[in-house]
């Protein structure tokens, strides 16, 4: 008899993983431009009274959890200062998504979105969000912010440095090297993303790299990864421009 239970009961887990390995994943994870592609609708947020008066910019990230509607289901704060984070989790849990396809079906997606809080030179300051670094704000073209006064030639000409969205960006990008997870990060279970400003020159190597965010562990090896890329030239009405955008370097480790 014990051997008959023993039996039936084996039986009942191989049946059990087999269904289980039919079954398509109920939360896939994706990236955050692979997540940007399927927006359908985004509300900005509105930039705090508190926060402008007092000058404060900067880059909220989230960890948004999306549903197989494409409506965010959870958000967590990953980092941002404390005045702009609010704003930028009411704005970005009435955003909406296309449905993650997976073999097909719908699944929950796990995602990172961030939130750039940055004031113009020019009163009065707006706000420039996006779930991308290097936002635009509503009364500029898709994909490009102007340049501040100083950087716009008095004569009208072609602005020496526009800048762009890392959406845009992304697209013009020739050559990516990865970065060498620091042994010291992976031995601390360290992960993250690291944030950098990029200046990118007029044949598209990178000039300058700023550290924004990101763990002092993998910052490093983040910028001397990024110097490396290489990108075709932006061209604005035809000529070539330096071009000033945010990069984000992801490390995870593997379970």
């Not at 929950?108 to 113009?120: C, D, Y």
Request: hydrophobic share 40%; charged share 15%.
């Amino acid at each position: 008899m014990p051997h008959r239970f023993a039996a039936s009961f084996l039986l009942l887990i191989s049946l059990a993983s087999l269904a289980a390995a039919q079954v398509v994943a109920q939360r896939v994870r994706v990236s955050s431009g692979v997540a940007s592609g399927l927006v359908l609708s985004k509300v900005d947020p509105l930039y705090p009274p508190l926060a402008r008066q007092a000058r404060i910019q900067g880059t909220v990230v989230l960890q948004v959890i999306i549903n197989r509607d494409g409506d965010v289901d959870n958000l967590q704060l990953i980092s941002g200062h404390p005045m702009l984070a609010p704003a930028a989790i009411t704005a970005v849990k009435q955003w909406k998504y296309k449905p993650y396809l997976l073999n097909g079906e719908p699944v929950m997606v796990e995602t990172q979105v961030q939130v750039n809080f940055q004031l113009s030179d020019k009163p009065p300051a707006q706000g420039i969000a996006g779930d991308q670094p290097g936002g635009i704000p509503p009364d500029q073209p898709a994909g490009l912010a102007t340049s501040t006064p100083q950087d716009l030639p008095r004569s009208g000409a072609v602005p020496q440095r526009v800048r762009v969205s890392s959406g845009v960006i992304l697209g013009l990008l020739r050559k990516k090297v990865q970065p060498d997870y620091p042994q010291e990060a992976k031995d601390a279970r360290i992960q993250g993303t690291v944030l950098l400003q990029v200046e990118i020159d007029k044949e598209g190597n990178i000039d300058k790299v700023q550290l924004i965010s990101g763990h002092p562990l993998l910052a490093p090896a983040a910028i001397d990864a990024v110097k490396q890329w290489k990108y075709r030239p932006y061209l604005l009405n035809g000529e070539p421009v330096y071009v000033d955008t945010q990069v984000q370097v992801n490390f995870t480790l593997a379970n």
